[in-house]
């Protein structure tokens, strides 16, 4: 079965600063990963996924995130934190195949300080 | 491309009451979800229709959920009775196939107190 795992609820950083999020996953087929982004009172939107191919992932708003095997992570990074960036974050996997179901993280709360 | 479209965005009603939520999901697409985000936690796949059929429905609380999608378009989720943990944030999502690696797209949500 299929798991996924965020450390940290709540992370806070400065405006200009580094911002990762961490997120393993447990899937016994090579998996598809993606982090989708909640907005007070919105729905979720995609920022990035990976499915095959290149490790390091490029999504919107800056984010990226690389896909690595041996550790089962998947974290998401972005160089310089912007206020707007303030949201919850939620990791996803699937294993793909005719029945797509996504499971989902529990999330992790950005703060951004000015 | 409109979104996904559901009502109401709130409801408030008292246990034992029913209630049901609607959503209308991005035109083509042929893959339905429903979610329930409980306060704190990730969204929980609670049925997915592939068209009009069902294709997941191991997550959802059968003797008190029903979800139908006629046509294979729209979709109805009913809560029957409602018990005080079911109140969540339910979320529709739809995508194109339904295939690994395929984008879900998500509605805003309908949030529900039942008190």
């Known amino acids: 079965a299929q798991s996924v795992t965020q450390l940290g609820s709540h992370v806070s950083v400065s405006e200009g600063a580094l911002v990762l999020l961490r997120c393993n996953y447990s899937?016994?087929?090579?998996?598809?990963l993606f982090w989708y982004v909640q907005y007070p009172n919105q729905g979720l939107q995609l920022l990035l996924k990976?499915?095959?191919?290149?490790?390091l992932v490029k999504g919107i708003n800056g984010f990226e995130a690389e896909f690595k095997k041996s550790e089962t992570s998947f974290h998401l990074t972005k160089p310089s934190a912007h206020m707007s960036d303030a949201a919850e974050y939620f990791c996803a996997v699937s294993e793909g195949g005719s029945n797509y179901k996504l499971t989902f993280g529990k999330g992790t709360l950005l703060t951004v300080n000015p | 491309e409109a979104g996904v479209a559901q009502s109401p965005r709130y409801k408030i009603i008292e246990k034992r009451q029913s209630v049901a939520f609607w959503c209308n999901p991005i035109s083509g697409h042929a893959t339905l979800y429903w979610y329930q985000q409980i306060l704190g936690q990730g969204p929980k796949l609670l049925i997915q229709?592939?068209?009009?059929?069902?294709?997941?429905d191991s997550q959802l609380p059968k003797d008190r959920f029903s979800a139908e999608r006629l046509k294979g378009v729209d979709s109805t989720l009913k809560i029957q009775p409602a018990k005080l943990e079911d109140s969540a944030v339910y979320l529709c999502?739809?995508?194109?196939?339904?295939?690994?690696?395929?984008?879900?797209?998500f509605g805003p949500g309908t949030r529900l107190t039942v008190l």
């Open positions: 229709f592939q068209n009009n059929g069902v294709v997941d």
């Open positions: 899937s016994s087929v090579p998996p598809y």
């Open positions: 999502a739809s995508s194109l196939v339904g295939l690994g690696g395929d984008e879900q797209f």
């Open positions: 990976y499915t095959t191919g290149a490790t």
